[in-house]
Nanobody, 124 residues
Framework: QVQLVESGGGLVQAGGSLRLSCAAS????????MGWFRQAPGKEREFVAV????????RYADSVKGRFTISRDNAKDTVSLQMNSLKPEDTAVYYC?????????????????WGKGTLVTVSS
């Protein structure tokens, strides 16, 4: 059974930092891009960041550029999201995702695999 399991969410004050992690299991994710989406209360899910298998392609949503950093460990099939200078508007459920097509992340293409999400709450 393929699983993406997120961890690291929680409550943090504005200006603080959190690090999200996602562990993949059930199959090899060799060749897959891995990344993050988020869904704030009452809003649609949106793209946050993605990193290709090779590491050649990295892309961020404009709203998180300069504050969030995505990284991955291909040997362990894990992806992480370091979130700094957090703002109340970053409050959302954050979802880990994996797909063969890196562009699917920002082009609203179908995503092959999703995690169940982890809640990040940023207080003002």
């Amino acid at each position: 059974q393929v699983q993406l399991v997120e961890s690291g969410g929680g409550l943090v004050q504005a200006g603080g930092s959190l690090r999200l992690s996602c562990a993949a299991s059930g199959r090899t994710f060799s060749g897959y891009a891995m990344g993050w989406f988020r869904q704030a209360p009452g809003k649609e899910r949106e793209f946050v960041a993605v990193l290709s298998w090779s590491g050649y392609t990295t892309r961020y949503a404009d709203s998180v550029k300069g504050r969030f950093t995505i990284s991955r460990d291909n040997a362990k099939d894990t992806v992480s999201l370091q979130m700094n200078s957090l703002k109340p508007e970053d409050t959302a459920v954050y979802y880990c995702a994996a797909d063969r097509g890196v562009a699917n992340f920002w082009l609203n293409g179908g995503i092959d695999y999703w995690g169940k999400g982890t809640l990040v709450t940023v207080s003002s």
